[in-house]
T-cell receptor, first 115, second 112 residues
Framework: DAGVTQSPTHLIKTRGQQVTLRCSPKSGHDTVSWYQQALGQGPQFIFQYYEEEERQRGNFPDRFSGHQFPNYSSELNVNALLLGDSALYLCASSFYSVGGRGDYTFGSGTRLTVV | AQRVTQPEKLLSVFKGAPVELKCNYSYSGSPELFWYVQYSRQRLQLLLRHISRESIKGFTADLNKGETSFHLKKPFAQEEDSAMYYC??????????????FGTGTRLLVSP
């Protein structure tokens, strides 16, 4: 089991550009959550996808958007990049159960640097 | 509002010394608490969760609802315990979905 895989591992973009990050969940998982981890900070929740819909969202602007595909994989898109978007972006997958508290499996992350 | 506070950015101890990493939380409902660990150049991984009431790698954590705390303890620290430790809270939202709220982390450094 490959666990959660994220691509690319590193990325350098210029201010104003757009970026797409990708995540493949752990086998058997159907829910994908994205987190932003700035240097020296804990991961901050961006949003969560289940059944190809955004189910909940953290305090991030609309420049951050996402998508989930029928095979449960997911993309995180960030438009109009700012220097402050430089961070490690983590993907976490889980299995949804009603009222449940599933275990999360995290990927290694994508390190985004905006210059 | 959900909030997790880890007051110490760095905790430095000698091998064999006891360790306690502090975590306090704020949540109006009934939360689930976790400790995640990130070793150097490795991904974030679950260390333990309060409902399991188990000991992993010699670490234990007890949920104290009165003090809203979930401190992580180990009686005798080992050098391989050196890592970044994150306390996290999970609560089920009105949507029926849960999310993790993390603290800012504590770096544990165990010296020989």
């Amino acid at each position: 089991d490959a666990g959660v895989t994220q691509s690319p591992t590193h990325l350098i973009k210029t201010r104003g550009q757009q970026v797409t990050l990708r995540c493949s969940p752990k086998s058997g998982h159907d829910t994908v959550s994205w987190y932003q981890q700035a240097l020296g900070q804990g991961p901050q929740f961006i949003f969560q996808y289940y059944e190809e819909e955004e189910r909940q969202r953290g305090n991030f602007p609309d420049r951050f958007s996402g998508h989930q595909f029928p095979n449960y994989s997911s993309e995180l898109n960030v438009n109009a990049l700012l220097l402050g978007d430089s961070a490690l972006y983590l993907c976490a997958s889980s299995f949804y159960s009603v009222g449940g508290r599933g275990d999360y499996t995290f990927g290694s992350g994508t390190r985004l640097t905006v210059v | 509002a959900q909030r997790v506070t880890q007051p110490e950015k760095l905790l430095s101890v000698f091998k064999g010394a006891p360790v306690e990493l502090k975590c306090n939380y704020s949540y109006s409902g009934s939360p689930e608490l976790f400790w995640y660990v990130q070793y150097s150049r490795q991904r974030l991984q679950l260390l333990l969760r309060h409902i399991s009431r188990e000991s992993i790698k010699g670490f234990t954590a007890d949920l104290n609802k009165g003090e809203t705390s979930f401190h992580l303890k180990k009686p005798f620290a080992q050098e391989e315990d050196s890592a970044m430790y994150y306390c996290a809270l999970s609560g089920v939202m009105d949507t029926g979905f849960q999310k993790l709220v993390f603290g800012t982390g504590t770096r544990l450094l165990v010296s020989p």
